[in-house]
């Protein structure tokens, strides 16, 4: 079997996400029936952390034990990443030990870095260009409530962050379109989030109008892991890109809202919307699970069949 990494989210073609759905659903329901499946015993799985998480953490180290298998969570103060070894000499020692990785960390460099020299596949449990993971189960959760995301309307409100560099990548993936709105100086960076002559997104100044008429309206945090410096600046430039219900009215009466979390209610996203009838934030939150071992079973045992 071919080594494949997951490094951002269109290492994956179509055909891909989509059996990695069908994967998804089925393992999903099997552990809705508390029936065993195992594929991965005897497989251990190493997390690197060199950033906090609640969402990741969780749902990899849980999703492991559930296969099957094993995880083992290291962090940059508790392990010689923190202390300057090299991430090539550390991928060269952690993948003859395990057999799977999952690193969050800052620079995409550094997660393409290690991918480069390791013998077993690498996913990316966050950097500050993309979050692929967030996105494969943002989408299965659309399906799950909506049927196919092609050619809806996504309206992302907020920060052009790793998050949304990653819907960014999806939409070309996926034949769907991306209404993004952010403060100027914020905007997205074509090249950051990989992306060559897309026509998959437009960008509006008012976050009204990038929500009219959205199937999907999304934001996140305003100051992501790592810029708490800018927080202060941030949270003076964002005042006017909160989702709120009158933003969710001037969607599609069915808009879905979704949040990877953590929220910050009165910042980003009102009260009333994130714990409102029309946010799936918690299914969004559980499908982390279910579709993250559908990706662990695909890059370890290739496509196994329903
Ligand atoms: N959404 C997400 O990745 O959450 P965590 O930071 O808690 O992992
Ligand atoms: N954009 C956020 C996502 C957290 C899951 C961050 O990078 O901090």
């Not at 080594?3 to 089925?26: I, K, M, P, S, V």
């Not at 960014?168 to 002559?197: C, I, K, M, W």
């Not at 996140?220 to 003076?236: F, I």
Request: hydrophobic content about 40%.
């Amino acid at each position: 079997m071919n080594l494949r990494h997951y490094l951002q989210f269109n290492d994956f073609a179509l055909g891909e996400y989509e059996h990695l759905f069908a994967r998804t659903r089925w393992i999903k329901d099997r552990f809705k029936r508390y029936e065993r499946y195992w594929p991965l015993e005897d497989r251990t799985l190493a997390m690197i952390f060199e950033k906090q998480s609640t969402r990741t953490r969780l749902s990899f180290e849980a999703g492991m034990h559930q296969l099957g298998g094993a995880a083992i969570f290291l962090s940059t103060r508790d392990s010689q990443l923190g202390r300057g070894e090299p991430v090539e000499d550390a991928a060269q020692v952690i993948s003859r030990m395990c057999d799977v990785v999952m690193i969050r960390t800052f620079e995409q460099d550094t997660l393409e870095r290690f991918a480069a020299h390791s013998r077993v596949p690498v996913i990316n449990g966050l950097t500050n260009e993309y979050h692929p993971c967030q996105i494969l189960a943002d989408i299965y959760t659309f399906l799950e409530q909506r049927g196919s995301i092609r050619g809806r309307t996504v309206a992302w409100i907020g920060d052009s962050n790793n998050v949304c560099n990653t819907w960014l990548q999806a939409a070309e993936v996926f034949d769907f379109n991306v209404h993004v709105s952010t403060p100027p100086g914020y905007e997205v960076e074509p090249e950051r989030a990989g992306l060559y002559g897309t026509d998959h997104y437009e960008e509006f100044r008012d976050p009204m109008q990038a929500a009219k008429g959205a199937d999907l309206v999304t934001t996140d945090v305003w100051t992501s892991m790592g810029m708490e410096s800018e927080d202060a600046e941030r949270k003076r430039d964002f005042q006017d890109w909160q989702v709120d219900g009158e933003m969710m009215r001037v969607a599609k009466p069915d808009a879905l809202f979704m949040h990877c979390l953590p929220a910050h209610r009165g910042e980003e996203i009102s009260a009333g919307v994130v714990d409102g009838p029309q946010s799936v934030v918690w299914d969004e939150a559980e499908n982390r699970l279910h579709a993250q071992k559908a990706l662990l079973e695909f890059l370890l045992l290739g496509k196994v069949e329903l």
